[in-house]
């Protein structure tokens, strides 16, 4: 054990010193604004360059090529070290808990967007610009973002990258060279951030709320400047500027490269997760919208209209921004929203959940049994798109599927045990799991998770930990045959 922990000490160490650089921006929005949060921004990055120069210095000797299981080790540590490092403003500056603030730091880098934070309005912008930078950056991944870099520092990227990457299948590379897909995909997550700011803008955004709330739109994390989140802005164009990027956030950004490249939309018409998406999402804006019109939540459909549509798509793609307190709708409509984040978004998108592709697989397995039923001698094959799947994806879906529902579970029991309500706490850790944020009743779009004891808050920061790095990662570890030699 204690070995595998040497051989993954040192880019650990690497990668945290390199997180350091993080720091600055929020550094430079502190002495524009002089609202006093400098210091706390400073220690930060003093204290991350520290631990991680630390950890260099003691792995420095153990050097090798990263096995498949030290990418595991290695991606799982990341984001445990990161959140804990990126805790540092929050507890100097803002006088938070550790507790408090490793949950909004895990809640940033696994873009989940539930806080624990009230009076957004009134903190520092540094802090702000910090929350909604931690979610930019775990957008992608940190993981993804530093893939271009590990092969230079001599430990290898693709079993980081299997350990990493969401969905089932993993195994197909974009360009001949490894570090060159980590790159173009960075560069249009890049390029799609900086349209969304400029869109913003020209919304009627200021700039620092455009940059903001850009981060967490692309992200899919969630986060808002402002206590009422989107709802603050009351404006229909910055809502239909955050939908059209939340969609292109939800879809597999291998796919955005595909058109980029072939100069065609082509792609993105043949892609069968992008078709079941847009339809489940068409017929869901309708039906909500029909369905919460007809109870008399707004008095116009086309009223009803916008905000179903805003809110389906910010909470089916665990995005979270909230154009109104949906909490106040019929019930149907909130758990409906909960259950879209379960399978919307697509693998390799920045969001959450099952993932499309999975929900795809079960079905066409499913209906693969119910025809060897009726014809035991046929010979049928699974695809998905035109793509074959093999047995052994699907048999790793159907593993997944397990592992994710009986984590649901086995959270919701701990959080009922500790005293929260049942429909809150199956919500709390749905919400955390899938990373989307806000769930039903006090942790709703107009609440947080504040009320919760130190333990509740615990229970959801494993959950989002684990529906980042789709569970398996986590529990993978907690076997015993993974530390054996």
Avoid at 129 to 141: I, K, Q
Avoid at 237 to 243: D, K, P, R
Avoid at 358 to 375: D, G, N, P, T, W
């Amino acid at each position: 054990m204690l070995q595998d922990l040497l051989h993954v000490i040192r880019p650990l160490g690497i990668l945290l010193m390199a997180f350091s650089a993080a720091f600055m921006p929020p550094i430079g929005v502190s002495l524009y604004f002089d609202e006093g949060a400098l210091p706390a921004f400073v220690a930060g990055a003093a204290v991350n360059f520290a631990v991680g120069f630390l950890m260099w210095g003691i792995g420095r000797r153990h050097r090798r090529e990263l096995k498949s299981r030290d990418g595991f080790l290695l991606v799982a540590l990341i984001w445990v070290m990161v959140a804990a490092t990126a805790t540092v403003p929050l507890v100097l500056g803002l006088g938070m808990s550790f507790t408090d603030a490793y949950f909004e730091t895990v809640s940033g880098v696994t873009t989940t967007g539930a806080t624990v934070i009230t009076g957004l309005d009134h903190i520092p912008h540094a802090h702000n610009l910090w929350r909604h930078e931690l979610t930019w950056l775990g957008g992608l991944g940190i993981i993804g973002l530093a893939m271009a870099v590990l092969p230079l520092l001599g430990v290898g990227g693709m079993q980081v990258y299997r350990a990493e990457a969401t969905g089932p299948i993993k195994d197909s590379k974009l360009t001949p060279r490894f570090v060159q897909t980590a790159r173009s995909i960075w560069l249009i997550y890049f390029g799609l951030t900086l349209a969304c700011i400029v869109a913003f803008h020209l919304g009627g955004m200021r700039w620092f709320d455009a940059v903001c709330h850009a981060f967490s739109v692309l992200s899919l994390g969630g986060f808002s400047t402002h206590d009422a989140s989107i709802s603050f802005f009351d404006s229909p164009l910055i809502e239909g500027i955050a939908v059209l990027f939340m969609l292109l956030a939800g879809v597999n950004f291998a796919t955005h490269f595909v058109c980029w490249r072939a100069g065609s939309i082509r792609p993105y018409l043949q892609d069968a997760e992008i078709r079941t998406m847009l339809l489940l999402i068409l017929a869901s804006c309708i039906g909500i919208a029909l369905y919460i019109w007809a109870l008399g939540v707004y008095p116009g459909f086309w009223t009803a209209l916008r905000h179903a549509t805003f809110n389906i798509v910010s909470v089916g793609l665990t995005c979270g921004l909230a154009s109104t307190d949906y909490g106040q709708w019929p019930i149907f409509a909130s758990l409906w929203m909960l259950s879209l984040s379960c399978v919307l978004s697509a693998a390799g998108s920045t969001g959450g959940g099952i993932k499309m592709i999975r929900l795809l697989i079960l079905f066409k397995q499913s209906a693969r049994e119910l025809m060897s039923l009726v014809h035991p001698s046929a010979v049928s094959t699974l695809k998905v798109g035109g793509q074959v799947i093999s047995d052994r994806t699907v048999l790793s879906v159907f593993g997944f599927i397990h592992l994710y529902t009986i984590s649901i579970v086995t959270l919701s029991f701990m959080l009922i045990i500790s005293g929260v309500e049942l429909s809150t706490a199956f919500s709390a850790v749905i919400a955390s799991i899938n990373n989307t944020g806000p769930g039903i009743g006090i942790i709703g779009p107009a609440g947080t998770f504040q009320p919760f004891s130190d333990f509740q808050t615990w229970v959801c920061t494993i959950a989002m930990l684990a529906g980042r790095l789709e569970v398996f990662v986590l529990i993978v570890l907690l076997t015993p045959a993974f530390w054996r030699e």
